[in-house]
């Protein structure tokens, strides 16, 4: 019997589309004979819907017409247990049970399915899923927890500086002060965000007020970093869980500016309406930097994923200086295209990607199998003086 796998996407996010093009990516890949792999788009005003329609891409250039196509769902826990996907109907829950999940596979990037949100819904289902932990994935969402933990641990990262929305509106001073401690120039990003999206640099006050405006706009807590002059970008992808980790080759990423935007992620290197994702980003594989400096970024990459006690494939983003300098930027738990093409160099293909990790989430699983979560006792027995416990 085949293990059905619920591939769940979309969600509420700026990088909803780009969610879309990772996850039918993954659906594609994903190995017929061992596995029923089951789309499950969550929609921009949070409507979970499945079907057969959901995995032509071509679908959703139109959704209005996908939506009258596709079920419209909820996941429910049966009597027995089992995780089933129900029809949902009118906002009644209807009696049509679809097909029952045994493994979830998510490819949400960003907010509400790569910060730990979606982990939590799945940890109370009681289904196992593949990727990162409530905890890991929330660390490695927020930039700021996730710099203070390698700071903890002495890794190396770029000076940097951080608050909240409301401290900007409440002492825009002080905070421009935090930028000239950092030192100019500067990039200014939401802390928790992916793609690019709302980051930009600043040379100077003026520039720095526009930059943190837009920060803001997307989130309420803002980083500032100092810029690496004679910029290299170099990312490197990671995969495996607590026990055991390997690395991938590095790549070399492409800007057409001082910063790689979302353009240059999802915009470039394929024709208008491309939808290779990542894949279509121009780079350079391996990347061109000496051995020295891949050999640190490939230790750093997996000293990195343990830290944060990551599982599953992500991919760890590097900043490289003139000097020879190398800096963790960031970990995408979650990264677009799940970094399938820098692991087809060392021979491991999209299909055994998807494998491995739904065997790792699996394997996670049994291992939560054997802990005690809970004891037997009933403390509302020993007492019988009222609901205050005295």
Not at 255 to 279: P, R, W
Request: proline share 3%.
């Amino acid at each position: 019997m085949k293990t059905k796998v619920a591939v769940i996407f979309g969600g509420v996010s700026v990088e909803h589309e780009v969610s879309v093009i990772s996850a039918l990516q993954a659906v594609q890949a994903i190995d017929e004979d061992k596995y029923e792999a089951i789309p499950v788009y969550i929609s921009k005003d949070r409507e979970w819907y499945t079907g057969e329609i959901l995995k032509d891409i071509e679908n959703y250039k139109d959704l209005p017409a996908l939506f009258k196509e596709a079920d419209k769902v909820v996941f429910e826990q049966e009597s027995k247990g089992d995780i089933v996907l129900r029809k949902k109907e009118k906002g009644i829950f209807s009696k049509g049970v679809i097909t029952s999940v045994d493994v979830v596979f998510p490819v949400i990037h960003g907010t509400n399915g790569e910060d730990g949100s979606l982990q939590g819904y799945l940890e109370l289902l009681g289904l196992p899923y593949v990727g990162c932990d409530v905890a890991s994935s929330a660390a490695g969402m927020d930039k700021v927890m996730m710099k203070q933990i390698l700071r903890d641990a002495r890794v190396p990262i770029v000076p940097y500086e951080w608050f909240y929305a409301t401290d900007w509106h409440e002492d825009n001073d002080q905070m421009k002060q935090l930028a000239e401690k950092v030192g100019y120039p500067v990039i200014v990003k939401p802390a928790n965000l992916g793609s690019s999206v709302g980051i930009s640099k600043a040379d100077d006050p003026d520039e720095l007020e526009e930059a943190i405006e837009l920060a803001i706009s997307y989130s309420h807590k803002v980083i500032i970093e100092k810029m690496v002059s004679d910029l290299t970008e170099v990312n490197c992808s990671v995969i495996g869980d607590y026990e055991q980790v390997e690395s991938s080759v590095c790549e070399q990423v492409l800007s057409s500016d001082e910063i790689l935007s979302y353009a240059d992620k999802y915009q470039s290197g394929g024709k208008s309406g491309d939808t290779k994702g990542m894949e279509s980003v121009n780079r350079i594989i391996p990347a061109e930097i000496s051995d020295q400096a891949t050999a640190k970024v490939k230790e750093l990459a997996e000293q990195t994923f343990k830290l944060l006690n990551a599982s599953g494939v992500s991919r760890i983003d590097f900043l490289l200086n003139d000097q020879g300098d190398v800096f963790v930027n960031e970990i995408n738990t979650i990264p677009g295209s799940l970094s399938f093409y820098l692991w087809e160099p060392s021979g491991k293909d999209f299909r055994q990607l998807t494998d491995e990790l739904i065997q790792l989430a699996l394997k996670r699983e049994r291992e939560r199998q054997s802990i005690q979560f809970s004891i037997d006792t009933n403390l509302f027995s020993l007492h019988s003086k009222g609901s205050k416990g005295k």
